[in-house]
């Protein structure tokens, strides 16, 4: 039986906090024991916003143990796992240190505000022999899977184009804080970078436009483009701008040289250029439920973390690192190396 704390009872605290439950009553064998939050009084009472629904607006956590220090929490738990949903700019900081401590953890995306800081939770991921995961939920998501499963087998030939799309309205809090939380480009556009590179490879070099209104916030509008030797012509588009009733939409369109396939945010159109098109088969589970399942059972059979590697996600912050040096270049390309 793993025993997991939680730090973080914000949006993605209470997301996790959401799996760990549905886990242990689908029979996984953990126990979530305790959450962390320097709020936690004040957040338990509240609804915690967001661009999709938790499982309740407000929680019952009476059945857990509940501290606002995670020192407090690691010194009065036996804890096996450590889940983080804490803001990005804390992520490498605490993560090595659990690392350094015998805990596995599990982080949410993005992996580190830098990519130097994302490199050395890498590294210490490696050096302590303890499993380290990034929540990029695409790389779970039943949509995305599909899509990398005709990639990988050829059924339609190669890619010639993708076209990858998420947008919502702004957040708030520290998240429109450059500084803290790399604006859109590094919180939202992450998102879709990490599945370009996880599906293609690391591109040769990337060009990007984006909007940049009130100072310090960071862009708020992005759209980069991919380049491959290969010559298939890729991308990606984010934009939290988006208010009124509009909510929060994700989707692609990949065009290979039989077919393409249209994810619509719900649905994934399959469209065989000599053939009737259908709608695919997905699994009912989110990415949040299936990337924990990967993760806690690469912890109980000790294999390794291979489909969400840290030296993956790593390479992503250095991609989007790259998108904001061309952004504020006016889209010139810059060379990854």
């Given amino acids: 039986m793993l025993k997991v704390g939680l730090v973080g009872f914000g949006f993605m605290g209470r997301m996790n906090f959401d799996q ?3 886990l242990n009553e689908d029979g996984y064998p953990i126990a979530l024991t305790a959450i962390c939050d320097p709020r936690i009084e004040e957040l338990k009472g509240q609804k915690a916003g967001g661009n999709m629904n938790t499982a309740h607006e407000v929680y019952d956590l009476s059945a857990y143990h509940l501290y606002r220090d995670l020192e407090d929490m690691l010194a009065n738990e036996q804890l096996d796992v450590v889940s983080l949903a804490v803001p990005t700019y804390l992520h490498a900081e605490m993560a090595c240190s659990l690392l350094e401590r015998g805990y596995h953890v599990f982080c949410e995306k993005p992996m580190a505000r830098h990519s130097a800081e994302a490199v050395k939770m890498a590294e210490t991921a490696a050096r302590t022999g303890k499993k380290l995961m990034i929540g990029h939920c695409l790389r779970f998501w039943p949509a995305y899977e599909y899509l990398k499963e005709k990639i990988d087998s050829g059924e339609f030939g190669q890619v010639t184009a993708g076209y990858f799309y998420r947008g919502s309205g702004a957040p708030k809090g520290w998240l429109v804080n450059d500084e803290l939380s790399g604006g859109c480009m590094m919180d939202m556009h992450v998102h879709d970078t990490d599945m370009i590179q996880y599906l293609f490879g690391k591109p040769d070099k990337v060009s990007s436009l984006g909007r940049n209104v009130v100072p310090g916030s960071g862009y708020d509008i992005v759209s980069s483009h991919y380049h491959y030797t290969d010559g298939k012509v890729i991308n990606a588009q984010a934009d939290w701008t988006l208010e009124g009733d509009f909510g929060f939409y994700m989707g692609y369109r990949v065009n290979f040289e039989r077919g393409n396939l249209v994810f619509d945010g719900s649905k994934v159109k ?8 259908f709608t695919a088969y997905l699994s009912p589970h989110t990415g949040y439920y299936r990337e924990l399942v990967y993760f806690l059972d690469a912890i109980l059979q000790d294999k390794p973390v291979s489909v969400c590697a840290p030296e993956s996600t ?23 190396f």
């Fill in 20 to 22: 760990y439950v549905k």
């Fill in 270 to 277: 399959v469209n065989p250029n000599n053939q009737p098109g």
């Fill in 314 to 336: 790593a390479l992503s912050i250095e991609i989007i690192e790259a998108e904001m040096e061309s952004t504020r270049n006016e889209g010139a390309w810059v060379t990854l």
